[in-house]
């Protein structure tokens, strides 16, 4: 009788899953092509934009839910100055040149209850999914397939927000404030970076008397530095800082309007940008091109290196979680008018005072995800 | 698993390709936030002109 044993190490060139790292780049390719034929060079750069940001949010496994946790359950405070330094890297350019060029504009945002909700609400889905607006992203074309159904149920909330966001900014609020309406481009880039300079000593501090480490690891690091320097490339080629959710509430309400719902009667979608978005194509949306290209681009990078989605589905409860994180942060998302991307990131990046409530909201919200992480089947940390 | 990305993936090609060609030509790509009175990344309008 013989016995076949498995080499012990495979090459790395045999663990390649070509099949999916060609229909990713040829995916890319035909959307590339798309655009160009209608002259808008901008929109292809967008796309592999989006796919770089793809591939370095997967190979650098840079995640804000997991920061966050690590934060608040262990004072493990890494991965959160790591996000701040990638915040200010990017303000350095969003603040000055918003203020400053004409076709250019920051991520601002009303202040109110609806942010404050939609940030808490979003903040319990994270920690449910395990993954933001971005990381739904990156898991989704990495190949996990419980986050293709916490994508779906974004989606899902995402709609339901937009229908609800209207009764809830009806709650009042104030216009946004942006630093540099009150101090100029410089200045208002010179408050910018006090703030995030404020914010990190705060969290250094917290780690510190937690006994928690302040060093991210060198790739999360390295991470921060090619994530930052992509976002300024989407800043400069879409006119405003990288935003991920209203891309899914567009996808949404396109599938809504395919299954026979009309959505045009509801307010949110009597609103300019919405109205044109939801008749436009996809591809002249600027969120869906680079949620579409960071799909891809995590696709790519991950058939690249080991064989694609060949992982068992996890347990029903966990598939709950990410069904329930999912379809909360879709809803929080529209309240809030972001995720830790288009609201965290590029609001504190755009030196609007909303990306700072809406951080302290969804880290709020994140205690409670996490409390809630064990119903289900999922580790605290 | 890889079959339902199989399936995810062509149906998600399809509807693009198919939402492209049927959609108006597209100018330059937008975001909500480009149309007058935008307050917000979604396009809601600001509180004072509510």
Redesign the interface.
């Known amino acids: 009788m013989t016995t076949v044993t498995a080499p012990a190490f495979e090459p790395v060139a045999a663990r390649r899953d070509w099949l999916f790292v060609a229909a990713a780049v040829l995916a890319t390719a035909l959307m590339v092509a798309l655009v160009l034929i209608d002259d808008q060079p901008a929109s292809a750069a967008l796309l592999v934009l989006g796919f770089g940001l793809g591939a370095a949010f997967l190979k650098a496994e840079f995640s804000f839910t997991a920061s966050w946790r690590r934060f608040l359950v262990r004072g493990e405070a890494g991965g959160l100055l790591a996000i701040l330094l990638l915040i200010a890297i990017t303000a350095v350019f969003v603040v000055p040149v918003a203020a400053s060029w004409p076709h250019y504009g920051g991520s601002i945002a009303p202040i109110g209850a609806s942010l404050i909700i939609g940030s808490f609400v979003f903040g319990i889905g994270m920690q449910l999914a395990n993954a933001c607006g971005s990381g739904t992203l990156y898991t989704v074309g990495g190949g996990s397939g419980r986050m293709l159904l916490a994508l779906a149920f974004f989606i899902i909330g995402s709609v339901l927000g937009s229908i609800s966001l209207p009764t809830f900014l009806n709650l009042g609020g104030l216009d946004p404030v942006l630093a540099s309406d009150y101090f100029g481009p410089w200045g208002g880039l010179a408050v910018t970076l006090v703030s995030i300079g404020i914010a990190a000593l705060g969290v250094f501090a917290v780690a510190r008397g937690r006994g928690g480490g302040t060093v991210p690891r060198r790739g999360f690091l390295i991470g921060a530095f090619v994530i930052a320097a992509l976002m300024v490339g989407v800043f400069f080629a879409g006119g405003h800082p990288w935003s991920v959710t209203f891309g899914y509430t567009v996808w949404g309400a396109k599938l809504a309007s395919l299954a026979g719902f009309d959505l045009s009667r509801f307010e949110f979608w009597q609103w300019a940008g919405p109205k044109h978005a939801l008749s436009d194509s996809l591809l002249g949306d600027t969120a869906s091109l680079t949620n579409l290209g960071m799909i891809f681009g995590a696709m790519a990078a991950a058939a690249f290196s080991a064989p694609f989605a060949r992982g068992p589905w996890p347990p029903v409860r966990s598939l709950l979680a990410a069904a329930l994180g999912g379809l909360l942060m879709g809803w929080g998302a529209r309240l809030g008018f972001g995720c830790n991307i288009g609201a965290f990131v590029g609001g504190v990046a755009s030196g609007s005072l909303h990306g700072w409530i809406w951080f302290i909201a969804a880290l709020g919200g994140c205690t409670i995800g996490i409390k809630l992480r064990p119903w289900f089947g999922l580790a605290v940390e | 698993?890889?079959l339902?990305?199989v399936i995810?993936?062509l149906i998600g090609?399809a509807?693009?390709?198919s939402?492209?060609l049927a959609?108006?030509?597209?100018?330059?790509?937008?975001?909500?936030?480009?149309?007058?009175?935008?307050?917000?990344?979604?396009?809601?309008?600001?509180?004072?002109k509510?």
């Open positions: 698993m890889r339902a990305y995810v993936f090609m509807a693009i390709l939402d492209h959609s108006p030509s597209i100018g330059r790509a937008v975001s909500p936030q480009d149309f007058a009175g935008a307050c917000a990344p979604c396009g809601a309008p600001c509180p004072s509510k």
